[in-house]
């Protein structure tokens, strides 16, 4: 099953509308990226590991920032897929790349 971004933005919005605070989600958000930097210092030697499955901590790390950044747009009503598109078009034009997402997706 694929999940899209406005289904996931309505689903987080249905949850969060009661009693979903901007602050404390942006906390978790906070919280959630320190645990993905613990992760990638794992992975990259700088912090001790034992025999974790770090590919998978990261998944699930980057999932729960992923969660709570929809979660914030969704409170205050941002349409993300517009945004990302409208953004990586601006991205695309001052890194002079090759296409945008929009064409990318046309291109598919």
């Known amino acids: 099953m ?3 971004i406005t289904d996931y933005e309505d689903y987080l919005y249905d949850h969060y509308k009661t009693h979903g605070i901007d602050t404390s989600l942006f906390m978790k958000l906070v919280e959630e990226v ?15 590991s034992d025999s ?9 790390e ?13 409170l205050n009503q941002i349409n993300l897929n517009d945004v990302i598109l409208e953004k990586d078009k601006k991205a695309s034009i001052k890194y002079h790349h090759e ?5 990318f997706l046309l291109e598919r």
């Not at 320190?34 to 001790?48: S, T």
């Not at 980057?62 to 969704?74: E, K, Q």
């Not at 296409?99 to 064409?103: F, T």
């Open 52 to 60: 974790e499955d770090l590919k998978s901590q990261l998944a699930n």
């Open 62 to 74: 980057l999932v729960d920032v992923i969660h709570y950044a929809f979660a914030i747009a969704s």
């Open 2 to 4: 694929k999940v899209s």
């Open 34 to 48: 320190g645990e993905v930097a613990e992760v990638l210092n794992k992975r990259d030697g700088r912090k001790a």
């Open 99 to 103: 296409r945008n997402l929009e064409q």
